[in-house]
């Protein structure tokens, strides 16, 4: 079962523009979210994160948020610029998880095109 | 700072051969792990370790054995390789899981023919 969801595979949004990433996980047991941003060929690197004792955490370009009640959280980039294109992976982790408890979406691949 | 290199970065391999894949971090961390990438299927957990002489599995752990018989370093052994194994694979490794935050290798593409 797929605790973790990124419904859109990609998005393709014009640079200048907004781009907004959607999550939604199931398990509310989770209690801090995180982004992740890959390029080809490379790891996945940290971007943001978010602990569900806020439903918003702002840095640069990046703004994530968080609407506990609808299991649901996003992220903003404003404006997309170019370099933005990459896979983004949402991810979530609960209180005691242990080492392996981190929960990883599929991705959406966002385009950012001239 | 090299931070965490994976070894090799490509491979592929001939069905039941054996390979080890090295993970080596210079940030002192404690955590290490191991995940694999495959298309529509996200990163999922194959083993993971909280400490020196330490190992443990994660979701997909059959067919793969890991060792961490150094601090600085976390191998991934494929004793038979099969193709369901072909993927991308990534180390990665944190101080803790506080935050969540971990830091990935490069990865490794092996293909298993």
């Known amino acids: 079962d797929q605790q973790v969801k990124q419904n859109s595979p990609s998005l393709s949004v014009q640079e200048g523009r907004i781009s907004i990433l959607n999550c939604d996980y199931t398990?509310?047991?989770?209690?801090?979210f995180l982004w992740y941003k890959k390029y080809p060929a490379e790891g996945p690197t940290f971007l943001i994160s978010?602990?569900?004792?806020?439903d918003k955490n702002e840095d640069g370009r990046f703004t994530v948020f968080l609407n506990k009640s609808a299991k649901h959280l996003s992220l903003h980039i404003v404006p997309s610029q170019p370099g933005d294109s990459a896979v983004y992976f949402c991810?979530?982790?609960?209180?005691?998880?242990?080492?392996?408890?981190?929960?990883f979406g599929k991705g959406t691949h966002l385009i950012i095109q001239p | 700072n090299a931070g965490v290199t994976q070894t090799p970065k490509f491979r592929v391999l001939k069905t039941g051969q054996s390979m080890t894949l090295l993970c080596a971090q210079d940030?002192?961390?404690?955590?290490m792990y191991w995940y694999r990438q495959d298309p529509g299927m996200g990163l999922r957990l194959i083993h993971y370790?909280?400490?020196?002489?330490?190992?443990a599995k994660g979701e997909v752990p059959d067919g793969y054995n890991v060792s961490r018989l150094k601090k600085q370093n976390f191998l991934l052994g494929l004793e038979s390789a099969a193709p369901s194994q072909t993927s991308v694979y990534f180390c990665?490794?944190?101080?803790?899981?506080?935050?969540?935050?971990?830091?990935f290798g490069e990865g490794s593409r092996l293909t298993v023919l």
């Open positions: 940030m002192n961390h404690e955590y």
């Open positions: 990665a490794s944190s101080y803790g899981l506080i935050t969540g935050e971990l830091f």
């Open positions: 978010i602990s569900s004792i806020k």
């Open positions: 398990n509310s047991m989770f209690d801090y």
């Open positions: 370790s909280v400490g020196e002489g330490t190992t």
């Open positions: 991810a979530a982790m609960w209180p005691g998880g242990g080492a392996d408890g981190l929960t």
